[in-house]
């Protein structure tokens, strides 16, 4: 796939780099598949734009931190560029947590495998779930539209930071089901994949998941929405009961 140079996007995002930057940034190409090839298979022009790093998927994977706040810029800067230049529309971008609701079944957590009669959940019972109900979601959209304050800034929009062990309890209860929850021991699972990457290694094959990838699926982190409250009014007006219940009856 190629992204035309003059292509709406990518003089966004070209000239938004440039600013945040300090200069032009070298433009270049890969060969390895990508989600935006499905964009553009879709029709729709698509650049990529990331943060330094190294080691993407391997065991080592690492970003720059300063970057990653730089990228954050670059890429609010292109999304407000692109949508004046073709809609002369300001932008205010909303960021959901992990985002539920009618028509598709919830999940239950970052990492979950049916076993009989149990659900093995890879995760720690005190661990953080982001939870973003639709329609809590769809009410921060209609307020950012007339939050003139909210211009040219980005907002968390999560309801709620449930504990994994009490969203289990809810999704078992809402979903009417009779499984019982068993909370793999996390250090254990990770030192496995750590010793299965190492021996797999020594036969040239990669290991079906790695330390890293357990990590992540396992290390939570705490979502702000308090500038979501205090700048666009927002409030979840569906509770993580009410919508677990609205989605397994649809």
Not at 235 to 242: E, F, K, N
Request: overall charge positive.
């Amino acid at each position: 796939m190629v992204c035309a140079a003059d292509a709406p996007i990518a003089r966004a995002v070209r000239d938004s780099a440039a600013a945040v930057l300090g200069g032009p940034v070298r433009e270049i190409g890969f060969q390895y598949w990508m989600d935006a090839a499905i964009f553009h298979a879709a029709g729709i022009p698509t650049v990529d734009f990331g943060p330094t790093g190294a080691g993407a998927h391997e065991t080592v994977e690492w970003v720059s931190l300063s970057s990653v706040t730089q990228t954050a810029q670059v890429l609010l800067g292109a999304a407000r560029r692109f949508c004046e230049a073709a809609h002369g529309a300001p932008v205010v971008v909303l960021r959901p947590g992990l985002l539920y609701g009618p028509g598709k079944r919830p999940p239950l957590a970052r990492q979950s495998f049916q076993a009989g009669p149990f659900k093995l959940l890879l995760a720690r019972r005190n661990y953080p779930l982001p939870l973003s109900y639709v329609d809590n979601v769809a009410d921060a959209v209609v307020l950012a539209l007339d939050c003139k304050a909210g211009i040219g800034q980005a907002f968390t929009i999560v309801d709620e930071n449930v504990r994994q062990a009490d969203y289990t309890k809810l999704y078992r209860s809402a979903s009417g089901e009779s499984w019982r929850p068993l909370f793999l021991p996390v250090k254990v699972v990770a030192l496995a994949a750590w010793a299965a990457e190492r021996i797999l290694g020594l036969a040239r094959r990669r290991s079906p998941v790695t330390y890293h990838q357990v990590r992540r699926a396992t290390d939570g982190a705490v979502f702000d929405s308090s500038r979501a409250r205090e700048v666009l009014g927002w409030q979840p007006r569906v509770s993580v009961r009410d919508g677990l219940t609205a989605s397994f009856a649809s």
